[in-house]
Nanobody, 120 residues
């Protein structure tokens, strides 16, 4: 069973930085892609950044382009989200997501979420 464990959230002032980490358990875990989503109170969950595991292509929501960077460490089965120039509107619970294909079936996994609060 694959588990995703996030860390690195917290309280930061506007303009500050945080780095989130998401470690995936499982020796044979080989995702197709991993991503960070976020959900602010009263809003729908939205994709923030995605990285394709093989090749490392990245994709970002327009709202975070130029400020956030997603990266991965294949050997550690870990994905990171470096968040710079944080804004109060970045306040949300951030979730790690992974998807992979096993025996032709698409599987998706979610972490438990980590709170990011940006004060003005």
């Amino acid at each position: 069973q694959v588990q995703l464990v996030e860390s690195g959230g917290g309280l930061v002032q506007a303009g500050g930085s945080l780095r989130l980490s998401c470690a995936a358990s499982g020796r044979t875990f080989s995702p197709a892609a991993m991503a960070w989503f976020r959900q602010a109170p009263g809003k729908e969950r939205e994709a923030v950044a995605t990285i394709i595991w093989s090749g490392g292509s990245t994709y970002y929501a327009d709202s975070v382009k130029g400020r956030f960077t997603i990266s991965r460490d294949n050997a550690k089965n870990t994905v990171y989200l470096q968040m710079n120039s944080l804004k109060p509107e970045d306040t949300a619970v951030y979730y790690c997501h992974a998807r992979r294909t096993v025996a032709g079936a698409q599987l998706a996994y979610w972490g438990q979420g980590t709170q990011v609060t940006v004060s003005s």
